[in-house]
């Protein structure tokens, strides 16, 4: 694994120094960087999915490594096509979902660590979308500490951004820092892998792959060239003055009430602070100070701007014309929007932001809110889960306890964050019905049971808990509710995308599985493969069967991953036995 961290070292030595990439396609014979790339892919529960081949994670051996490796030696690497299939939205549109083949998605993520590598030293500070380190926390925060005197919001939105990058565009870009025309065409070829829907293939002749490990990064780099544009051309052009003049008539004001104090005439003075009260201190419509800010995660953008709505208007044209003659996008004319900071809600990353005071406030909104409410409701009622009545106790307070804290923890920034409370309720309430369902009880008796207080940063929090009991060590607690509502500033809010650390280091089980030559069933050192589960779960036997060898081997450890042979390999999936271990000589 050292080679692995030595190659994307040097690779972001360049980036940091801006220099060319070259020579990028022989460092796609590295095997570490593979094994790395398989440590990242293999605990996600979509690396079990097949994609049009048929292929998925199980199965996994350095020969499917070294497969990929001497393909790209020959330049005989071939992209196999996505599989697509639509799926609802909810607002009644259909959303495509793509899966890559395994041995695709495995090449896609060696390429992303060494792309990530070069360019994110060069990427702009005001993206947050699909970095390390940065998500919609670090955008939120940036906006609240940054933005303070805001008067106008300008939402941006890119219609269907990610199906429409032009792909001329793209490769242009890429020419421009990377030269080797190996590595450019095995992208290229990616792009125009096509897509498989319905068992017919259809090419791609715009937008990144759907569903590709390599798709966000590719992106960020294409709207790398948006982020340059607004810092170096429309910042410098919109921003000007250093402070704001006073407004007219409070140096008046203030010399009235000091004379005031110093008659003690109290009558005037009341009148003056009152009067002070409701006057400005500094001259909101200053022709001399202007203020633009930005700030954009993946393909949604807000600037921020102090100054009159007509030049608002304008920043937003120039913004149309640069995205259609520079990078063939289009700005969404539904969706972008220019609302008055302190009269109206601007909505970036699933908050309300409106400025009091000259400051920023985040809310939650109450769309939001009634959209949650409304899966756990029917005729009006909270309602039951059928889905979940023959999960364990454990499993249905988790499950529910999961939804509830996510959103919460999400919504941690709003300053109505109490809001939620509501939610709670219902969600509680559908609960306990979902648990009396199951056990023919009733709610009472289920609350009764299930309810509990827990001590979190010196308080005490009503909540529900159910306990999974285990062999050897202590249970499991599930818990559904338990924390407060306050709004937590501080709290680096999760937006359930992976920024994993580009120093990510491959777990000891992965490494020692790839590493080992012997079968952990029969002892057997030929064609061994990597036995993957999709999770823990599926290593429960029903009923009182007796479970088959391998799977009391993973269960006892809770591993996801076995070593075995060939033969031992096919016999698990056939459900025949598997070979006695050998006797050692």
Known sequence: MRNAETTLAIVEDRGKRGLPLEDVYRRLYNEDLFLRAYGRLESNSRA????????????????????????????????????????????????????????????????????????????????????????????????????????????????????????????????????????????????????????????????????????PLLANIYLDRLDKFVEQTLIPEFTRGEFRKSAAGVNSIKSKIARARKKDDRDALRILLKKRRNMTSLDQMDPDYRRLRFIRYADDFLLGFVGPKVEAERIKERIRTFLRGTLALELSGEKTLISNAGAEMARFLGYDIRTRNNNI????????????????????????????????????????????????????????????????????????????????????????????????????????????????????????????????????????????????????????????????????TERFEIHHVRKLADLKVKGRKEPPRWKLIMAAPRRKTLVLCGDCH????????????RAAT
């Not at 996510?406 to 809001?419: D, F, I």
């Not at 999760?494 to 992965?510: H, L």
């Open 48 to 215: 079990r999915t097949k994609g049009a081949n048929g292929q998925t994670v199980d199965g996994m051996s350095w020969k499917t490594i070294r497969g990929i490796i001497e393909l790209l030696r020959q330049e005989r690497y071939r992209w196999t096509p996505v599989r697509r299939v639509l799926i609802p939205k909810g607002n009644g549109t259909m959303r495509p979902l793509a899966v890559p083949a395994w041995s695709d998605k495995l090449l896609q993520e060696v390429m992303r660590s060494i792309l990530e590598a070069y360019y994110e030293p060069q990427f702009s500070d005001q993206s947050h979308g699909f970095r390390p380190g940065r998500g919609c926390g670090t955008a939120l925060q940036h906006i609240c500490c940054a933005w303070t005197g805001t008067k106008w919001f300008i939402e941006g939105d890119l219609n269907g951004c990610l199906d429409k990058i032009d792909h001329t565009v793209l490769m242009s870009i890429l020419r421009e820092k990377i030269h080797d025309n190996r590595f450019l065409r095995l992208v290229e070829g990616l792009l125009k892998a096509g897509y498989l829907e319905d068992w017919n293939r259809w090419p791609t002749h715009s937008g990144t792959p759907h569903g590709g490990i390599i798709n």
């Open 361 to 524: 406030k985040l809310r939650v909104p109450i769309q939001k809110i009634r959209e949650k409410i409304a899966k756990y409701m029917k005729d009006g009622k909270p309602m039951h889960r059928p889905e979940m009545v023959d999960d364990t106790d454990y499993t249905i307070v988790s499950r529910y306890g999961r939804e509830l804290r996510g959103l919460v923890s999400y919504y941690a920034y709003a300053e109505n964050r109490y809001w939620l409370k509501r939610l709670e309720w219902v969600m509680e309430t559908s609960l306990l019905r979902t648990l009396a369902m199951k056990h023919r009880s009733t709610i009472s008796k289920m609350s009764k049971k299930h309810k509990t207080i827990v001590h979190e940063n010196g308080r005490w929090y009503r909540c529900f808990e159910a306990t999974l009991e285990r062999e050897g060590t202590g249970p499991l607690i599930a818990r559904f509710g338990g924390f407060s509502y306050s709004p937590q500033p501080s709290l680096m809010v999760s937006d359930g995308i992976a920024d994993v650390d580009r120093k990510f280091t491959v777990g000891r089980e992965i490494v020692e599985s790839l590493m080992a030559h012997a079968c952990e069933l029969c002892g057997s």
């Open 570 to 581: 096919d016999a698990v999936h056939a459900g025949k036995p598997t070979r006695a271990r």
